[in-house]
């Protein structure tokens, strides 16, 4: 006697196929959500990195005369066309804390920058307009309120890393940041602070007058 062995058809196949996804996806779902589960399956970490590697040294000649710091909400939202967001698209909302520096170049000063009396109890020095450093993210004050994402997405995250995941906010935090720091005032504050070093070193030497001018 012989039994035949009956082959799912290729739609059950497919629904199987679908429902094995969702089984995953939900697991993942509860994974995440649920206290105290994740740490039945704690992962050890270890810092396997190289050494880090001098890749060259540049000679600084600037004054940091001043740095302001700054703090950013960004809300990033990537939809996709034609398609709703329940299913596919994004949106992060994104703390962002960072630091600009505004500082002087004392590098390009010359001798026809310095004018000084012949009894030496004056001095004239022209300097050039302080400038903006580039914004610094500070990563410890840094982080992501909430993020959305839609099924396809969190379906991608379960079965891929995504280092960059956070890399489109973080820029877009750094930008806010420096327009910022152009708005703030800065510049004008670290003119006003190298006037006063410079009058104060120059006073210690001996000189009576000092004057401190700004231009190219």
């Not at 996804?21 to 399956?41: E, N, S, T, W, Y």
């Not at 704690?42 to 050494?51: K, N, Q, V």
């Not at 410890?140 to 960059?164: I, M």
Request: charged share 25%; proline share 4%.
């Amino acid at each position: 006697m012989t039994t035949s062995v009956r082959r799912l058809p290729g739609w059950a196949k497919a629904v199987a196929a679908l429902v094995l996804v969702l089984a995953v996806l939900f697991a993942g779902i509860r994974l995440a959500v649920l206290p105290g589960i994740k740490d039945l399956f704690g992962t050890d970490t270890e810092d396997r990195s190289g050494p880090a590697l001098l890749k060259s040294i540049q000679d600084m000649s600037r004054y940091d005369a001043a740095s302001g710091n700054f703090q950013v909400v960004v809300d990033l939202e990537k939809d996709a066309r034609f398609l709703p967001d329940a299913l596919h698209g994004t949106r992060t909302l994104y703390v962002g804390a960072g630091t600009v520096d505004a500082y002087v170049d004392l590098g390009g000063v010359g001798r026809r920058d310095v004018r000084v009396d012949k009894d030496r109890t004056s001095a004239t020095i022209r300097l050039p307009h302080a400038r903006l450093g580039r914004p610094a993210l500070d990563p410890d004050h840094s982080y992501a309120v909430s993020k959305q994402r839609g099924l396809l997405d969190r379906l991608g995250d379960l079965f891929s890393d995504n280092p960059n995941s956070e890399q489109a906010v973080q820029k877009l935090a750094v930008r806010h940041i420096g327009d910022a720091a152009k708005r703030s005032g800065l510049t004008a504050r670290a003119e006003s602070n190298t006037t006063s070093m410079l009058q104060g070193l120059l006073r210690s030497l001996g000189f009576k007058e000092v004057y401190i001018t700004y231009g190219t």
